[in-house]
Protein backbone atom coordinates (compact mmCIF):
# COMPACT_ATOMS: atom_id res chain seq x y z
CA UNK A 1 0.00 0.00 0.00
CA UNK A 2 1.43 3.46 -0.96
CA UNK A 3 1.79 5.69 2.18
CA UNK A 4 1.10 9.72 2.72
CA UNK A 5 1.96 11.76 5.38
CA UNK A 6 0.50 14.81 6.70
CA UNK A 7 2.26 17.74 8.73
CA UNK A 8 -0.64 20.27 9.83
CA UNK A 9 -2.60 21.34 12.87
CA UNK A 10 -5.12 18.86 14.58
CA UNK A 11 -8.73 20.36 14.35
CA UNK A 12 -10.79 19.06 17.48
CA UNK A 13 -14.07 19.28 15.62
CA UNK A 14 -12.43 16.65 12.71
CA UNK A 15 -13.75 18.68 9.71
CA UNK A 16 -10.14 20.35 8.56
CA UNK A 17 -6.63 19.55 9.53
CA UNK A 18 -5.03 16.21 10.15
CA UNK A 19 -7.97 14.55 10.98
CA UNK A 20 -9.50 15.34 7.43
CA UNK A 21 -6.49 15.06 6.07
CA UNK A 22 -6.15 11.06 7.20
CA UNK A 23 -9.97 10.58 6.72
CA UNK A 24 -9.31 11.86 2.86
CA UNK A 25 -6.16 9.62 2.66
CA UNK A 26 -8.33 6.89 3.80
CA UNK A 27 -11.15 7.49 1.44
CA UNK A 28 -8.57 7.76 -1.47
CA UNK A 29 -6.80 4.47 -0.51
CA UNK A 30 -3.39 5.46 0.71
CA UNK A 31 -1.77 4.53 4.03
CA UNK A 32 -2.22 7.85 6.01
CA UNK A 33 0.67 9.32 8.98
CA UNK A 34 0.85 12.66 10.22
CA UNK A 35 3.25 15.40 12.21
CA UNK A 36 1.68 17.76 14.11
CA UNK A 37 2.57 21.14 13.96
CA UNK A 38 -0.11 22.16 16.64
CA UNK A 39 -3.46 21.74 18.62
CA UNK A 40 -6.21 23.91 18.21
CA UNK A 41 -9.69 23.57 19.92
CA UNK A 42 -12.25 24.30 17.59
CA UNK A 43 -15.87 23.73 16.60
CA UNK A 44 -18.17 24.96 13.92
CA UNK A 45 -18.37 28.20 15.57
CA UNK A 46 -14.71 28.92 15.66
CA UNK A 47 -11.16 28.38 17.17
CA UNK A 48 -11.13 28.76 20.60
CA UNK A 49 -7.16 28.11 21.07
CA UNK A 50 -3.91 27.28 19.41
CA UNK A 51 -1.12 25.51 21.05
CA UNK A 52 1.93 25.23 18.84
CA UNK A 53 4.20 22.20 19.26
CA UNK A 54 8.35 22.91 19.42
CA UNK A 55 10.36 22.82 16.62
CA UNK A 56 12.44 20.07 18.20
CA UNK A 57 9.49 17.95 19.00
CA UNK A 58 8.49 18.23 15.42
CA UNK A 59 11.81 17.23 14.53
CA UNK A 60 11.08 14.02 16.34
CA UNK A 61 7.46 12.98 14.64
CA UNK A 62 9.34 14.00 11.89
CA UNK A 63 12.34 11.23 12.07
CA UNK A 64 9.69 8.80 13.57
CA UNK A 65 8.20 8.36 10.21
CA UNK A 66 10.34 9.13 7.39
CA UNK A 67 13.62 6.89 9.25
CA UNK A 68 10.66 3.99 9.52
CA UNK A 69 7.49 3.98 6.85
CA UNK A 70 8.45 6.33 4.27
CA UNK A 71 6.38 8.86 3.06
CA UNK A 72 5.30 8.11 -0.98
CA UNK A 73 3.73 11.96 -1.36
CA UNK A 74 3.90 14.96 2.30
CA UNK A 75 0.59 17.27 1.99
CA UNK A 76 1.58 20.43 4.62
CA UNK A 77 -1.00 22.01 6.18
CA UNK A 78 -1.12 24.70 8.85
CA UNK A 79 2.45 25.59 9.95
CA UNK A 80 2.10 28.52 12.16
CA UNK A 81 5.63 29.92 13.16
CA UNK A 82 8.87 30.56 11.10
CA UNK A 83 10.59 27.76 13.62
CA UNK A 84 8.27 24.95 12.71
CA UNK A 85 8.51 26.03 8.53
CA UNK A 86 12.09 26.04 8.95
CA UNK A 87 12.48 22.33 10.50
CA UNK A 88 9.84 21.01 7.88
CA UNK A 89 12.10 22.22 5.23
CA UNK A 90 15.36 21.22 6.14
CA UNK A 91 14.23 17.70 6.94
CA UNK A 92 12.12 17.39 3.66
CA UNK A 93 15.51 18.24 1.91
CA UNK A 94 17.34 15.84 3.97
CA UNK A 95 14.95 13.06 3.50
CA UNK A 96 14.53 13.54 -0.06
CA UNK A 97 10.58 13.95 0.20
CA UNK A 98 8.95 13.77 -2.97
CA UNK A 99 5.07 14.36 -4.46
CA UNK A 100 4.82 17.63 -1.92
CA UNK A 101 2.24 19.38 -1.59
CA UNK A 102 1.83 22.90 0.17
CA UNK A 103 -1.52 24.12 1.14
CA UNK A 104 -0.38 27.67 2.44
CA UNK A 105 -3.02 27.60 5.02
CA UNK A 106 -3.57 31.52 6.56
CA UNK A 107 -7.02 31.77 7.67
CA UNK A 108 -9.61 29.39 9.06
CA UNK A 109 -12.76 29.61 6.85
CA UNK A 110 -14.51 30.38 9.97
CA UNK A 111 -12.06 33.68 9.74
CA UNK A 112 -9.55 32.89 12.27
CA UNK A 113 -5.65 33.47 11.89
CA UNK A 114 -3.58 30.36 11.63
CA UNK A 115 0.02 32.09 10.67
CA UNK A 116 2.15 34.47 12.16
CA UNK A 117 2.70 36.98 9.89
CA UNK A 118 6.80 36.76 9.87
CA UNK A 119 5.83 33.28 8.98
CA UNK A 120 4.74 33.93 5.57
CA UNK A 121 8.15 34.96 4.60
CA UNK A 122 9.68 32.06 5.89
CA UNK A 123 6.91 30.17 4.25
CA UNK A 124 8.20 31.56 0.52
CA UNK A 125 12.16 31.14 1.17
CA UNK A 126 11.59 27.37 3.12
CA UNK A 127 8.31 25.51 1.96
CA UNK A 128 7.38 26.80 -1.97
CA UNK A 129 10.83 26.06 -3.40
CA UNK A 130 10.57 22.37 -2.55
CA UNK A 131 6.70 22.03 -3.24
CA UNK A 132 5.68 19.77 -6.10
CA UNK A 133 2.50 21.49 -5.68
CA UNK A 134 1.38 24.84 -4.35
CA UNK A 135 -2.16 24.93 -3.66
CA UNK A 136 -3.30 28.84 -2.75
CA UNK A 137 -7.29 29.84 -2.25
CA UNK A 138 -7.64 33.86 -3.90
CA UNK A 139 -6.70 35.27 -0.67
CA UNK A 140 -3.96 33.42 0.07
CA UNK A 141 -2.60 33.61 -4.04
CA UNK A 142 -3.15 37.59 -3.04
CA UNK A 143 -0.74 37.71 -0.23
CA UNK A 144 1.91 35.19 -1.81
CA UNK A 145 1.47 36.92 -4.74
CA UNK A 146 1.18 40.39 -3.77
CA UNK A 147 -1.40 41.67 -5.78
CA UNK A 148 -4.93 41.75 -5.96
CA UNK A 149 -6.74 38.76 -7.00
CA UNK A 150 -9.90 39.81 -8.27
CA UNK A 151 -10.98 38.13 -11.86
CA UNK A 152 -9.39 35.30 -13.82
CA UNK A 153 -6.61 37.22 -15.68
CA UNK A 154 -6.18 38.03 -12.06
CA UNK A 155 -5.95 34.40 -10.94
CA UNK A 156 -3.42 33.22 -14.25
CA UNK A 157 -1.26 36.47 -13.54
CA UNK A 158 -0.82 35.84 -9.74
CA UNK A 159 -0.46 31.43 -10.56
CA UNK A 160 2.49 32.71 -13.01
CA UNK A 161 4.29 35.21 -11.02
CA UNK A 162 4.05 32.63 -8.26
CA UNK A 163 4.85 29.44 -10.30
CA UNK A 164 8.21 31.32 -11.57
CA UNK A 165 9.11 32.69 -8.77
CA UNK A 166 9.27 29.32 -6.74
CA UNK A 167 9.69 27.03 -9.49
CA UNK A 168 6.46 24.97 -8.58
CA UNK A 169 3.04 24.28 -9.99
CA UNK A 170 0.59 26.49 -8.77
CA UNK A 171 -2.79 25.14 -8.42
CA UNK A 172 -4.82 28.70 -7.71
CA UNK A 173 -7.94 27.60 -6.21
CA UNK A 174 -11.48 29.33 -7.88
CA UNK A 175 -13.72 28.54 -4.69
CA UNK A 176 -13.33 32.31 -3.23
CA UNK A 177 -14.89 33.39 -6.47
CA UNK A 178 -17.99 34.80 -7.08
CA UNK A 179 -18.89 33.53 -10.53
CA UNK A 180 -17.42 29.96 -10.53
CA UNK A 181 -15.37 27.02 -8.76
CA UNK A 182 -13.04 26.37 -11.47
CA UNK A 183 -9.18 25.86 -10.18
CA UNK A 184 -6.70 27.11 -12.46
CA UNK A 185 -3.29 25.12 -12.64
CA UNK A 186 -0.13 26.81 -13.80
CA UNK A 187 2.50 24.69 -14.57
CA UNK A 188 6.03 24.66 -16.77
CA UNK A 189 4.64 28.40 -18.31
CA UNK A 190 1.29 26.39 -19.36
CA UNK A 191 -1.57 27.15 -17.61
CA UNK A 192 -5.13 24.65 -17.94
CA UNK A 193 -8.67 25.46 -15.90
CA UNK A 194 -9.77 22.78 -14.06
CA UNK A 195 -14.14 23.46 -14.21
CA UNK A 196 -15.65 23.08 -10.96
CA UNK A 197 -19.19 22.80 -9.73
CA UNK A 198 -20.39 25.36 -7.72
CA UNK A 199 -22.01 23.63 -5.14
CA UNK A 200 -24.46 25.39 -2.55
CA UNK A 201 -23.55 24.27 0.85
CA UNK A 202 -22.80 26.45 3.48
CA UNK A 203 -20.78 23.39 5.56
CA UNK A 204 -17.33 23.73 3.72
CA UNK A 205 -15.12 23.60 6.63
CA UNK A 206 -12.01 21.41 5.61
CA UNK A 207 -12.36 21.68 2.18
CA UNK A 208 -8.36 23.43 1.41
CA UNK A 209 -7.47 20.65 3.40
CA UNK A 210 -8.89 17.67 1.78
CA UNK A 211 -8.49 19.01 -1.89
CA UNK A 212 -4.85 19.05 -1.01
CA UNK A 213 -4.08 15.22 0.82
CA UNK A 214 -6.46 14.01 -1.91
CA UNK A 215 -4.21 15.24 -4.48
CA UNK A 216 -1.16 14.04 -2.34
CA UNK A 217 -2.68 10.95 -2.08
CA UNK A 218 -3.04 10.21 -5.65
CA UNK A 219 0.36 11.36 -6.05
CA UNK A 220 1.79 8.65 -3.71
CA UNK A 221 -0.75 6.42 -5.78
CA UNK A 222 1.75 7.40 -8.86
CA UNK A 223 -0.59 9.31 -10.80
CA UNK A 224 0.65 12.51 -12.80
CA UNK A 225 -0.11 16.09 -11.24
CA UNK A 226 -3.43 16.86 -13.26
CA UNK A 227 -4.81 13.39 -13.12
CA UNK A 228 -4.72 13.49 -9.43
CA UNK A 229 -6.25 16.76 -9.16
CA UNK A 230 -9.00 15.72 -11.54
CA UNK A 231 -9.78 12.79 -8.94
CA UNK A 232 -9.27 14.83 -6.30
CA UNK A 233 -11.64 17.74 -7.60
CA UNK A 234 -13.97 14.66 -7.59
CA UNK A 235 -13.41 13.46 -4.16
CA UNK A 236 -14.18 17.38 -3.03
CA UNK A 237 -17.26 18.02 -4.98
CA UNK A 238 -19.02 14.33 -3.85
CA UNK A 239 -18.18 14.99 -0.24
CA UNK A 240 -19.35 18.76 -0.33
CA UNK A 241 -22.94 17.55 -2.44
CA UNK A 242 -23.23 14.90 0.20
CA UNK A 243 -24.63 17.47 2.15
CA UNK A 244 -23.84 16.76 5.60
CA UNK A 245 -24.77 19.20 8.09
CA UNK A 246 -23.46 18.91 12.07
CA UNK A 247 -23.12 21.68 14.65
CA UNK A 248 -24.48 25.03 14.92
CA UNK A 249 -21.93 26.62 12.88
CA UNK A 250 -21.18 25.68 9.19
CA UNK A 251 -20.05 22.16 9.44
CA UNK A 252 -17.69 19.97 7.85
CA UNK A 253 -18.10 17.97 4.35
CA UNK A 254 -18.45 14.12 4.60
CA UNK A 255 -15.19 12.61 3.82
CA UNK A 256 -17.20 9.13 3.74
CA UNK A 257 -19.82 9.92 1.01
N1 LIG B 1 -5.79 23.36 9.42
C1 LIG B 1 -6.38 23.48 10.60
C2 LIG B 1 -5.77 22.84 11.81
C3 LIG B 1 -7.54 24.19 10.71
O1 LIG B 1 -8.10 24.28 11.90
C4 LIG B 1 -8.11 24.78 9.56
C5 LIG B 1 -9.35 25.52 9.63
O2 LIG B 1 -10.00 25.62 10.64
C6 LIG B 1 -7.49 24.63 8.34
C7 LIG B 1 -6.33 23.92 8.31
C8 LIG B 1 -8.02 25.22 7.08
O3 LIG B 1 -9.27 24.73 6.78
P1 LIG B 1 -9.90 24.78 5.32
O4 LIG B 1 -9.59 23.49 4.67
O5 LIG B 1 -11.36 24.95 5.59
O6 LIG B 1 -9.28 25.92 4.60
Not at 63 to 68: A, C, E, I, K, N
Not at 85 to 93: H, R
Not at 206 to 227: Q, V
Request: hydrophobic share 40%; glycine share 8%.
Amino acid sequence: MKTSLTIAGSDSSGGAGIQADIKTMLANNVYGMSAITALTAQNTMGVTGIMEVTPEFLQQQLDSVFTDIYPDAVKIGMVSSPQLIETIAENLSKYEAKNIVVDPVMIATSGADLIQEEAVSALKEGLLPIATVLTPNIPEAAVLAGMPVNNDDDMIEAAKILSNAYGCAVLLKGGHSKTHANDLLYSNDQYRWFKGERIDNPNTHGTGCTLSSAIASHLANGHDLETSIKFAKDYVTGALRDMLDLGSGDGPLNHGW
